[in-house]
C-alpha cells in the first residue's frame, strides 16, 4: 500500500478591490493484496482510487457596504479495483463542475443581506464487469441553487436572521424545493451563545 498527495494554493491581490485566490489538490491511494505470495501463481487484488481538485475564488470589495465571493471550482473522483482470478473489474468516477457567488450587503451595522446562486454539473460514471454480465451506469446531474437572506441585529445581545432558498436537481427526474429559514442567536456571556 503506498499513497501520495499534494496541494498549492495562492492569493494574489489584483488591486485595492480585487483578490484571486487559486487553489489545487490531488492525491491518489494505491492498494495490492497478495492472498499467498509463496504461491505458483499470485491470487490477489488491486485497487486504487483518488481526487484532483481545483478552484478559482475572486473576492470584490463593490462599496463599503456590499462585497461579494464568487466561484469556479472542479474536482474529479476516480477508483479502480481488479480481481483478475474472479475476472471482477469496478471502475467509478464522479466529476463536479460547480459555479457559485455569495454577495453580503450592509444597510447599517443592525441590518444586513446575503444572496447568492450555485450551479452544480456532475457527471456520475460506475462500471463493473464479471463473469455473470456488466453493470454500467452514467448520470449527468444538475443542481441550482437561490437564496436570499436577512439579519437583524435588534440589540447587544439579540441575532435574528431569516431567509428563503430554492433548490432545483435535474437528473432522470426533476426534484424541486423551496425552503424558509429562521436563526436566532441569544449572547449570554462573551464567550457564549
Given amino acids: 500500500y503506498y499513497f501520495y498527495d499534494g496541494n498549492l ?7 485595492e478591490n480585487d483578490k484571486l485566490t487559486i487553489s489545487t489538490f490531488g492525491g491518489r491511494d494505491f492498494l495490492e493484496v497478495i492472498f499467498n505470495d509463496k504461491a505458483t501463481e499470485e491470487t490477489g487484488f488491486q485497487a486504487d482510487w483518488g481526487n484532483k481538485t481545483g478552484g478559482l475564488r475572486w473576492t470584490r470589495v463593490f462599496s463599503p457596504r456590499l462585497f461579494g465571493n464568487f466561484w469556479v ?18 471502475r467509478n468516477m464522479v466529476t463536479d463542475a460547480t459555479f457559485k457567488s455569495h454577495l453580503e450587503y450592509h444597510y447599517s451595522q443592525e441590518l444586513s443581506a446575503r ?7 456532475l457527471h456520475v460514471r460506475f462500471l463493473q ?12 446531474p444538475e443542481h441550482y441553487a437561490l437564496y436570499a437572506r436577512r439579519y437583524w441585529r435588534p440589540g447587544r445581545v439579540w441575532d435574528v436572521g431569516v431567509g428563503l432558498g430554492y433548490n432545483l436537481f435535474r437528473t432522470d427526474w426533476t426534484y424541486h424545493n423551496l425552503e424558509a429559514r429562521l436563526a436566532l442567536k441569544y449572547r449570554l456571556t462573551d464567550k457564549i451563545n
Fill in 9 to 15: 494554493k495562492a492569493f494574489l491581490d489584483l488591486g
Fill in 73 to 90: 471550482t472542479g474536482s474529479r473522483f476516480t477508483s479502480d479495483f481488479t480481481f483478475e482470478e474472479v475476472e471482477v473489474e469496478e
Fill in 115 to 121: 444572496f447568492g446562486f450555485e450551479q452544480k454539473n
Fill in 129 to 140: 464487469l464479471f463473469p455473470a454480465g456488466t453493470i454500467d451506469v452514467r448520470s449527468r
